[in-house]
């Protein structure tokens, strides 16, 4: 069965729910385009229409699309073939103009995107079609190619501009759907459009009517941060409310152990917080273990370990603090960029499964870490991972090194047609035997990731 958020993506501008005067801007400036524009800049939460609105513009204005990752290596040698010099105003398909999307330009900070940043400024400059940049923090852009663009906020979605549109596709779909489950799955998105159509799709499996109770949405969940974890473990809340939240918030548990650990300070009695203590050191034992095995189910052990023990250890006296991110991080830039590497590999991913982060992260990752492990050269280039981000599941320097290094020769490698696939030929670890025939064979039409 399709997926619902592809299936239901908007084709055309006016389909777009919600963000009118970001759509009105956009048809402007597409209307007006000529040589020197300054490329747009959409950006906005996840899930409420950036690349959908990007590819309904070229479809609107019957402009062919070029869609890249700001943050892929290959990008600027391509954008440079397509946008810069070589480009003329008439293509082959006699499609007048082709849009740039490039997305994820708020993504550069791996090491191999440090040059990134200045050569899509000199690509901006020099181009010669419509370019779009979309990225989710704009405060995450170079402020060199912040200053070349136009921004465009893309908002959360209200949830009662979202309720028509879910009625649509229940329609659709031949699907009844009660008036207060729709309201229910709009205003527990959180502004998410994507998240929406998803809850909606989950509710209807196997039902041909669909009424409240059918709905799960995760209201609290999609709200929850760890600023709600810190002070539910403070003032005692229950466990199960703990163990919930903790899974809610975005953060993985080594980070949350880090934040718990962080604000121990707000406990005046030693010997409690000695236990506290205590209870986070074990679970960073588990969060240790869970990474050397690379068996992500042992999170749930770590997370009950620094949620229930550090609540029974503080005596439910509550926070009168402000909550305090890590003082460490301060010192240690490394544990950002461990988190920023996270961040954008829980983003690429949500992104390539269509799946939201929480999902990939409770129910796939030891999956996809087992995937990246087995044909790691393949997963870069189907993900757009970067070095960092290969090794947050590889662990192994060396190994990412091998891998990387093999992805430059095979972009280096002359293509003999565009359309032949590249073989691609995995890099097996050094302590273990080649993988198996079939496993190399190059799979030119299925992707790795299409059986999710
Ligand atoms: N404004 C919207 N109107 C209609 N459908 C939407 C809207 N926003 C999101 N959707 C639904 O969610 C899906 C994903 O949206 P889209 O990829 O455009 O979001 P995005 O803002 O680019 O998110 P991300 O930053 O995660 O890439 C779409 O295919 C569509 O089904």
């Known amino acids: 069965m399709q997926d619902w958020t592809e299936k239901y993506r908007p084709q055309s501008l006016q389909e777009i729910v919600g963000n009118g005067p970001a759509v009105r801007q956009i048809y402007e400036w597409a209307r007006s385009w000529r040589r020197g524009s300054p490329p747009l800049i959409f950006y906005g939460k996840p899930g409420v229409g950036k690349t959908s609105a990007a590819h309904a513009l070229a479809r609107d204005m019957a402009w062919e699309i070029v869609e890249l990752n700001a943050s892929d290596q290959r990008t600027k040698a391509i954008i440079e073939r397509v946008a810069g010099t070589s480009s003329t105003t008439t293509s082959l398909s006699g499609a007048e103009r082709?849009?740039?999307i490039l997305d994820e330009a708020d993504n550069l900070h791996g090491t191999a995107d440090r040059g990134?940043?200045?050569?899509?400024?000199?690509?901006?400059?020099?181009?010669?079609?419509?370019?779009?940049?979309?990225?989710?923090?704009?405060?995450g852009l170079a402020k060199e190619i912040k200053a070349l663009g136009e921004p465009v906020l893309f908002r959360a979605i209200q949830a009662r501009s979202m309720v028509p549109r879910l009625r649509e596709i229940c329609r659709d779909e031949g699907l009844a759907c009660s008036p207060e489950a729709l309201t229910s799955i709009a205003e527990s998105a959180g502004g998410d459009?994507?998240?929406?159509?998803n809850m909606l799709y989950a509710a209807a499996i196997g039902r041909e009517d669909v009424g409240e109770a059918d709905v799960h949405t995760n209201q609290k969940d999609l709200r929850a941060t760890i600023f709600d974890l810190i002070a539910a473990i403070f003032s005692g809340k229950p466990d199960a409310d703990l163990i919930r939240l903790s899974r809610a918030v975005e953060d993985t548990p080594d980070t949350i152990v880090q934040w718990i650990e962080g604000n121990l300070h707000v406990l005046r009695d030693p010997e409690r917080t000695a236990r506290a203590y205590a209870a986070v050191s074990r679970a960073d034992e588990w969060v240790g273990l869970t990474y050397r095995r690379q068996y992500y189910a042992l999170w749930k052990y770590a997370g009950a370990m620094m949620t229930i023990g550090v609540k029974e250890a503080a005596g439910g006296s509550g926070i009168h603090e402000r909550i305090m991110p890590p003082a460490r991080w301060k010192r240690m830039g490394g544990a950002r960029k461990q988190k920023a590497v996270r961040t954008s590999v829980m983003q690429k991913l949500s992104r390539k499964l269509d799946l939201p982060q929480h999902t990939i992260r409770e129910e796939y990752l030891t999956l996809i870490t087992l995937l990246v492990e087995e044909r790691p050269l393949e997963c870069v280039r189907e993900i757009g991972l970067d070095a960092d981000e290969l090794n947050f599941f590889l662990h192994d320097k060396e190994r990412v090194k091998t891998v990387m290094k093999a992805?430059?020769?095979?972009?280096?490698?002359?293509?003999?047609?565009?359309?032949?696939?590249v073989e691609i030929e995995e890099v097996p670890r050094a302590e273990e035997p080649p993988v198996r025939e079939e496993r190399q064979t190059p799979r030119s039409q299925a992707t790795l990731f299409d059986s999710f």
Not at 116 to 138: C, F, H, S, T, Y
């Open 407 to 421: 992805l430059k020769d095979l972009q280096k490698a002359p293509k003999k047609k565009e359309e032949k696939p």
């Open 193 to 197: 459009m994507r998240s929406a159509v």
């Open 98 to 100: 082709k849009l740039i």
């Open 116 to 139: 990134g940043a200045r050569a899509i400024m000199e690509i901006i400059k020099n181009a010669r079609q419509p370019i779009v940049l979309i990225a989710n923090d704009i405060y």
